[in-house]
């Protein structure tokens, strides 16, 4: 049988063309398919940049801008309503250090009218992204267990981390105070797996039934540290976290420290009330504390002073008690400089979960001669 060669090479060729289409048709496709694979994931790592440099210019616009108001940057003597109204904006620097009472406006335990919510703090900065504000100490105490039941000492058992890992040698001041404001005090340090046990022996009266609050420090270096609290009725158990809000704002100065104005908002109706400052010193018989009377804001349930003595640096612990007759019936208190990580005031944040991508930026910022950590965190 004879075969004609042209035939067949115009056969052939139909399907080498047929095959090489088919296989170009995929080939093609799979090119197609991985560079936009590559555009994807691309347009993923550049968002991932993108975010990022967003959150990390918020966090330097956060740290460094000192913010305004009316013309002045003085914009945390201002009442919320003050700042809404005169279009202000946010940043906590004054000549170039992170200004502590700025920073305290961001707590959410502040009174009413001082408190700054995430709605009213993101209208007031240059993004339109959704964002979260933390303020975190490396150093975190934590109070374990107490135990009341020997007269006369209470003894505190508790734990301290460095950057989330155990840590030996920090310095642990325990504080007791009653509701007359008398205040007993005790040291140690913690053991090289970070727990501690601290015994603080008092001679003032606290009987069964009787309110106190325990409050530590933990001091690690320099310029590291952080507080802890938890208030009890002897013999019964630990009470309500808080029962008010308490706000901060610098009045003055003096010698040895700042005279704080302290204002509290108590949940229900007081008689009278008092504020105590409570900060550290490794050093037994060091008194360090301070106590004032405050005065109330006729027609409210709002009581302040100008000039509770505080110092200059280092943590503070501002505790105020309400009372009705001679019962102790409200507590408020916050920490100094405020931290804003979910244990005296939480992070500002949206009131809804958002789902989709985040970045954060992280400043090491200096507050009162402590080192802290300002997290910003950006979703788009």
Request: no cysteine.
């Amino acid at each position: 049988m004879r075969f004609s060669i042209l035939g067949r090479r115009a056969q052939i060729r139909g399907i080498d063309f047929s095959l090489a289409m088919i296989i170009f048709s995929v080939t093609m496709t799979q090119v197609l398919i991985l560079t936009s694979t590559f555009i994807e994931g691309n347009r993923t790592f550049i968002s991932f940049e993108e975010r990022e440099a967003k959150a990390e210019g918020l966090a330097s616009e956060i740290a460094f801008s000192p913010g305004i108001s009316g013309g002045t940057t003085s914009w945390e003597l201002s009442s919320t309503a003050t700042l809404i109204a005169s279009n202000w904006t946010f940043g906590m620097s004054d000549n170039g250090k992170l200004n502590p009472f700025k920073a305290a406006r961001l707590s959410n335990w502040s009174v009413s009218d001082w408190e700054l919510n995430y709605d009213i703090i993101k209208a007031s900065t240059s993004t339109t992204d959704d964002f979260k504000i933390q303020i975190v100490s490396p150093l975190k105490i934590e109070i374990l267990s107490i135990n009341d039941d020997n007269a006369n000492s209470i003894l505190i058992d508790g734990t301290v981390t460095r950057f989330n890992k155990p840590i030996g040698g920090a310095k642990i001041s325990g504080f007791a105070v009653n509701k007359t404001q008398d205040v007993a005090q005790g040291y140690t340090l913690s053991n090289s797996v970070g727990n501690f046990s601290v015994n603080v022996t008092y001679n003032f009266a606290l009987e069964i039934d009787d309110y106190y609050s325990i409050v530590v420090f933990a001091e690690f270096g320099s310029n590291t540290q952080d507080i802890a609290i938890s208030s009890h009725l002897r013999g019964v158990g630990s009470l309500p976290a808080k029962i008010g809000r308490i706000s901060l704002s610098n009045s003055s100065d003096f010698t040895e420290g700042y005279a704080v104005n302290v204002t509290t908002e108590f949940d229900i109706d007081t008689s009278s009330a008092t504020v105590l400052a409570l900060f550290p010193g490794y050093a037994t018989g060091q008194s360090n504390h301070s106590v004032e009377i405050l005065t109330r804001i006729p027609a409210t349930n709002i009581w302040t002073i100008d000039n509770l003595k505080s110092p200059f640096t280092g943590s503070v612990l501002y505790l105020a008690m309400g009372f009705t007759g001679s019962i102790l019936s409200a507590i408020s208190y916050l920490n100094f400089p405020v931290t804003l990580d979910d244990e005296f005031s939480k992070a500002i944040e949206p009131s809804l979960t958002i789902q989709s991508s985040s970045s954060t930026g992280v400043l090491i910022i200096e507050v009162r001669g402590l080192i802290l950590l300002l997290l910003v965190t950006i979703w788009s």
